[in-house]
């Protein structure tokens, strides 16, 4: 499955400080490969909010909560449709309460995910709807 972002995309990641300025960085798939799982989530945030996905759930710190919820949960109001995603970059690994929580928001019938940067076609298409 290739990336899909346009030039003037990368611009923009470029210009967000999303992703890095770098002359070395050639392909997409080249800078999706440097993110950390900070950036990753700020990509998929800011990617969510220009389709308009306005309500978007992050704990920002993690310690106090319950162990493994997802890292982003966003609602498309006008859509009524709901999304859950567990963020990672290889090499991590979702813990098994991570995945107790993705499975049992599946269950629950919210769609949710354990997400990588080269995963980024597919969180594209569940953001516009397809």
Not at 64 to 74: A, E, I, Q, T
Request: charged fraction near 25%; proline fraction near 6%.
């Amino acid at each position: 499955m290739g990336i899909k972002a346009s030039k003037e995309q990368i611009a923009k990641w470029e210009a967000a400080g999303l992703i890095p300025k770098s002359s070395s960085v050639r392909t997409p798939a080249e800078i999706l490969d440097t993110l950390d799982e900070k950036d990753w989530q700020s990509l998929i945030v800011a990617r969510a909010k220009e389709l308009g996905w306005e309500l978007i759930y992050h704990t920002y710190d993690s310690r106090k909560s319950v162990k493994g919820f997802p890292d982003l949960f966003l609602v498309h109001e006008q859509w009524g449709k709901a999304v859950v995603f567990e963020c990672k970059v290889r090499p991590n690994v979702a813990t098994p309460e991570q995945i107790r929580w993705i499975n049992g928001m599946y269950a629950a019938g919210i769609p949710a995910y354990i997400v990588y940067p080269a995963d980024e076609p597919k969180v594209m298409a569940i953001l516009r709807g397809e």
